[in-house]
């Protein structure tokens, strides 16, 4: 775009398209959802809901765009076995149940606009992502285009086709912005919203974010009472354009809920908590907001400080 366009004060503001999570509370939290022509990383332990939040984004992208949708199918390609079928297949069963009025058809199967693709390294990933110039074309009006591309997990391709040498390091490196870029370019050329997984890894060492660097709006990351930061290092985080973390913490139910067991043992009733975080993101202040998994799916959690500046945590 032309600067003179940016600066005249007639011209219309730019707006990108967004993808429901099909949530009020989380599309709120993140000022409408998962941005087109942009790649949103999902940082988490295993267990902490980044594949719930992705297989749940796959049944959103259909929805009509009235509702937050794009009226499309979507990808995934993983990387970790095995694929959860039974998992999206019940967030299917749900998804009809909320949106059978909107979905045009008493025998509509939201699986068969999720296109699903194994990946088995990084060599495979980068394979299949130049493919889809040709498969992303839409042949004709009445087949649903792909609008979202779902990668879980990035950490596992790398880690499983590199060693620790300086040789291997430098190949990484060099996959890093060959995949990055690809990315970029198809979400740019056909407006696809792009959403990869990431792991985390303990944090080692006395200076705050990776080597002492800080990235992002968190000064360092705590998941489960341990310091983590996201796999794949500085040079990886440069290639996405927005970083969200997920934690999880775990609290005593209610005061007093402690009972005494047979053996005497003091025992208290525990619960889960999930918040995610932005990390950073050219749209979106520092916050958090708690969410929680149930059986429909992904839900945000109403609370007055949900969306408080977290840059001191």
């Known amino acids: 775009m032309k600067p003179s366009i940016l600066l005249d004060p007639n011209s219309q503001p730019i707006t990108t398209p967004k993808l429901t999570l099909?949530?009020?509370?989380l599309d709120r939290?993140?000022?409408g959802g998962i941005p087109c022509k942009s790649i949103t990383e999902i940082v988490a332990e295993s267990g902490s809901g980044k594949t719930q939040l992705c297989l749940q984004l796959?049944?959103?992208a259909q929805l009509p765009v009235s509702l937050g949708g794009f009226s499309a199918s979507s990808l995934y390609l993983y990387t970790e076995?095995?694929?959860p079928d039974r998992r999206l297949r019940q967030l299917s069963l749900s998804f009809v149940d909320s949106y059978n009025t909107h979905l045009g058809s008493t025998s509509y199967d939201p699986l068969d606009k999720v296109l699903v693709q194994a990946v088995d390294d990084a060599h495979h990933l980068f394979d299949v992502l130049l493919k889809l110039d040709s498969f992303l074309v839409q042949k004709n009006k009445t087949q649903w285009p792909i609008k979202l591309i779902v990668i879980d997990s990035i950490a596992a391709v790398f880690r499983s086709d590199?060693?620790?040498t300086p040789a291997d390091l430098k190949r990484r490196l060099s996959f890093f912005f060959k995949i990055a870029g690809k990315l970029r370019a198809l979400?740019?050329?056909?407006g696809l919203a792009v959403v990869i997984t990431n792991q985390v890894v303990d944090f080692v060492g006395n200076n705050e974010g990776i080597n002492g660097l800080r990235i992002g709006n968190l000064a360092c990351l705590y998941t489960s009472g341990r310091r983590v930061c996201a796999a794949l290092g500085l040079s990886w985080a440069n290639c996405v354009n927005t970083r969200l973390f997920i934690s999880r913490s775990e609290e005593v139910v209610g005061e007093g809920s402690g009972f005494v067991e047979e053996d005497g043992k003091y025992s208290v009733n525990m619960r889960n908590r999930r918040h995610i975080h932005v990390v950073f993101a050219p749209h979106l202040p520092p916050s958090?907001?708690?969410f929680t998994i149930r059986r429909e799916g992904v839900f945000g959690v109403e609370s007055r400080d949900q969306f408080v500046a977290n840059s001191s945590q």
């Open 187 to 190: 979400a740019e050329k056909f």
């Open 22 to 25: 099909s949530c009020p509370i």
């Open 29 to 31: 939290f993140l000022a």
């Open 162 to 164: 590199f060693d620790n």
């Open 288 to 290: 958090s907001c708690e």
């Open 81 to 83: 076995y095995p694929f």
């Open 58 to 60: 796959l049944l959103s």
